[in-house]
T-cell receptor
Framework: DQQVKQNSPSLSVQEGRISILNCDYT??????FLWYKKYPAEGPTFLIS?????DKNEDGRFTVFLNKSAKHLSLHIVPSQPGDSAVYFC???????????FGPGTRLSVLP | DSGVTQTPKHLITATGQRVTLRCSPR?????VYWYQQSLDQGLQFLIQ???????AKGNILERFSAQQFPDLHSELNLSSLELGDSALYFC?????????????FGSGTRLTVV
């Protein structure tokens, strides 16, 4: 049973446009969420996080939105740049959780 | 360089064999996590150690085992290898458990079983 889902395996966006990556979760106990970015031949790196007490967190070109009632979060990248091309993983944890549960990832391609 | 070191980077071995993957956590981190990423799959949590003790267990096969040593480095042992064990194995570390910035990942060990 996949607790964290990223239903789009891949996404292509034109440079300068908005990229929207989606993530859904099933466990209502999850209260902390992260997005990681992964380039080929490298480990995932932390991008941005959001706690369930907030519905939006912004860091430069990256904004994460959380809709708790829908158990849905999304990552917006504006404007998208070719260097953003990578695999993006959504991850979630529950209170007092010892580990994060990861989604399968979405491969973003930003076309010049 | 994330500060988490994994060796070897690549490993090719035959079915039925046993291998050991090594991880040195970032300086100051007490928790080590192991994740498996198979082709087109997400990161599957295997096991977590905290300061030498097993803290949490995920979808880790009985053929797999791990340990964390007093110097905090960790080893993941994979035995009786099967073709399906071919994957990227990531080690990650954190100061304690889940933190505000998640984990710091190493660059992974790519295991190919032939």
């Amino acid at each position: 049973d996949q607790q964290v889902k990223q239903n789009s395996p891949s996404l292509s966006v034109q440079e300068g446009r908005i990229s929207i990556l989606n993530c859904d979760y099933t466990n209502s106990m999850f209260d902390y969420f992260l997005w990681y970015k992964k380039y080929p031949a490298e480990g995932p790196t932390f991008l941005i996080s959001i706690s369930s007490i907030k519905d939006k967190n912004e860091d430069g070109r990256f904004t994460v939105f959380l809709n708790k009632s829908a158990k849905h979060l999304s990552l917006h990248i504006v404007p998208s740049q070719p260097g953003d091309s990578a695999v993006y993983f959504c991850a979630a944890s529950a209170p007092f959780g010892q580990n994060f549960v990861f989604g399968p990832g979405t491969r973003l391609s930003v076309l010049p | 360089d994330s500060g988490v070191t994994q060796t070897p980077k690549h490993l090719i071995t035959a079915t039925g064999q046993r291998v050991t993957l090594r991880c040195s956590p970032r300086s100051g981190d007490l928790s080590v996590y192991w994740y498996q990423q198979s082709l087109d799959q997400g990161l599957q949590f295997l096991i977590q150690y905290y300061n030498g003790e097993e803290r949490a267990k995920g979808n880790i096969l009985e053929r797999f085992s791990a340990q964390q040593f007093p110097d905090l480095h960790s080893e993941l042992n994979l035995s009786s290898l099967e073709l399906g064990d071919s994957a990227l194995y990531f080690c990650a570390s954190s100061v304690e458990g889940v933190g505000a910035y998640g984990y710091t990942f190493g660059s992974g060990t790519r295991l190919t079983v032939v």
